[in-house]
């Protein structure tokens, strides 16, 4: 209490000050659009020379709206160079400097009215008024970051705290870490010494199970050379052991496109360029292309294709009305034989699949080497998990959380802001995203860049960039300007440009009371 009187006497002393400070500067004699502190370069009691050097023209031309000099600062009240600058000292209220292209042109810009000195009746002077309305404001301010930088020591306090905590985490971890790949190098160990034993005791199970395959595939063999030896037979109506072309035309099964007939092109697809094929070029080169077509026939093989499976129907359909001298009782005799094949398959595949079966002291093994195994993915899974829990403490440790930890409690911290339209979510210092109220995924306005408040104040521009890219257009930015409040929330966002948004945060993180003059100090001259 005793610190608020204080400050509110001593802030009424400083306005006090100003203003007479204000009324001493406005009495200052000098020529119309010049700043105080330019005051003693224009002297009436000798010629002005151009602040470019360039000329020394007699004092009386120096607001006589003719241009003489070429950095135009002969006429710092009129309009006449282009390059001219108008001071307005605004007495009571901030001062400012315009363009000289704005001087006498029926608007009011100086809110004492000096830059329409032509007709004064049009300009009254409104600077105490605004003065005391900036005053106000600038009061309000300092009260508000008063306030707020009591809870911005709060955001300090727990900011360290919680860097401190992941230091203390990561240091932790680092020794989990140490202890985990230890873990995982004896498990390691264990598991290589226990597959070894296991392999060894498999070693006559696999060559069992290779001989095996090799008698499988002996016999898989064999029967493929029977099945087409007895299609070969069949086909073979002369009984020449040569299959010719002419004894190929009368069966349906060669006839490709079921059009009725085996043309050309159909015998050379099975033939090639020869006329007619032995026993070895029929089981080696015929046969494996005329079995999928006798499957299809059989309805044993459906390709993916609709359009083929409406073909094959097309084709069951001619097939019915095929000479029965070369059809006879083959598809039935075919349909067996394929049936049959297919049998002894799903009887091969579920042996596949059966567990093995070996003796005890194998058996033991193992499952020892299962077990081992298992417990090496577990040790292995743990030092990533741990590493994984590294690099974020790291990556949120290299973040900058302002000068004194002040918005480290923010992180991750989601705030929301909607509008007629859409939902706006701000999780600080990981992303941005809009989501419509009619539904639909949320869009990406931006992931965590950098700090990009300028000079005066680094904290007081957050960026969020490369969010997902607009139709026909850039990936979407977001900017955040964060300033002084009682509360952490979005006040606003809003569209500027074409996938640029911009949004108005507020935060007692921003509340730093040594900034509140910066706030103040330009109000006032």
Not at 253 to 261: A, I, L, P, S
Request: proline share 3%; charged share 35%.
């Amino acid at each position: 209490m005793i610190y608020s009187t204080w400050f509110n006497k001593f802030n009424s002393f400083l306005l006090i000050i100003c203003s007479f400070i204000i009324h001493a500067q406005s009495d200052v004699p000098r020529p119309r659009g010049v700043s105080l502190s330019k005051a003693s370069l224009y002297s009436p009691t000798k010629d002005f020379t151009c602040f470019d050097g360039t000329a020394t023209i007699p004092f009386s031309y120096v607001n006589d709206d003719y241009c003489d000099c070429f950095d135009g600062s002969d006429e710092p009240g009129t309009s006449a160079c282009l390059n001219g600058v108008f001071h307005c000292t605004n007495a009571g209220h901030r001062p400012q400097n315009l363009p000289s292209s704005r001087v006498t042109d029926g608007v009011c810009d100086c809110c004492d009215g000096t830059d329409e000195y032509a007709t004064p009746e049009l300009c009254p002077n409104t600077c105490e008024e605004l003065g005391k309305e900036a005053r106000a404001e600038a009061q309000r301010l300092a009260e508000l970051y008063k306030a707020g930088s009591r809870l911005r020591l709060e955001f300090i306090e727990k900011g360290n705290k919680k860097r401190t905590e992941m230091a203390e985490q990561l240091s932790q971890l680092e020794k989990d870490k140490a202890e985990a790949e230890k873990i995982r190098a004896e498990k390691e160990v264990l598991k290589k010494e226990l597959e070894d034993k296991e392999n060894e005791a498999l070693k006559v199970y696999r060559e069992e199970e290779e001989q095996e395959r090799q008698r499988k595939l002996e016999k898989e063999k064999e029967n493929l050379i029977k099945e087409a030896m007895e299609h070969f037979n069949r086909y073979d109506s002369d009984k020449d052991e040569v299959l010719t072309v002419d004894e190929i035309k009368p069966v349906n099964v060669f006839d490709k496109d079921k059009n009725g007939e085996v043309d050309e092109e159909e015998i050379k697809y099975f033939f090639g360029e020869h006329e007619k094929v032995d026993k070895d070029a029929f089981v080696s080169t015929t046969w494996p292309m005329l079995k999928p077509l006798l499957m299809m026939e059989q309805g044993m093989f459906k390709p993916a294709e609709e359009h083929e499976e409406a073909e094959l129907d097309s084709e069951a359909e001619h097939n019915a009305d095929v000479d029965a001298e070369y059809t006879g009782n083959e598809d039935n005799e075919d349909a067996d034989d394929l049936q049959q094949e297919e049998v002894e398959e799903q009887e091969q595949e579920h042996e596949s699949h059966k567990p093995k079966i070996y003796d005890e002291e194998t058996q033991k093994l193992v499952d020892e080497a299962t077990e081992a195994r298992n417990q090496f993915s577990d040790a292995e899974r743990t030092v990533r998990e741990v590493e994984s829990n590294i690099r974020n403490i790291k990556q949120n440790l290299e973040k900058d959380y302002g000068l004194q930890q002040e918005f480290a409690t923010l992180d991750g911290q989601c705030l929301e802001y909607e509008d007629k339209e859409y939902i706006y979510k701000l999780c600080l210092f990981q992303k941005v995203t809009q989501k419509s109220k009619n539904g639909g995924a949320e869009v990406g306005l931006g992931n965590w860049g950098e700090w990009a408040g300028g000079d005066n104040n680094k904290y007081s521009v957050m960026k969020y960039t490369n969010g997902v890219a607009c139709w026909n257009g850039p990936n979407r930015i977001t900017v955040v300007n964060v300033n002084c409040g009682m509360e952490t929330q979005l006040l606003s966002v809003t569209e500027p440009y074409r996938c640029e948004y911009k949004i108005e945060l507020s935060t007692p993180a921003a509340c730093d009371d040594s900034n509140t003059s910066q706030h103040s100090a330009h109000d006032e001259l």
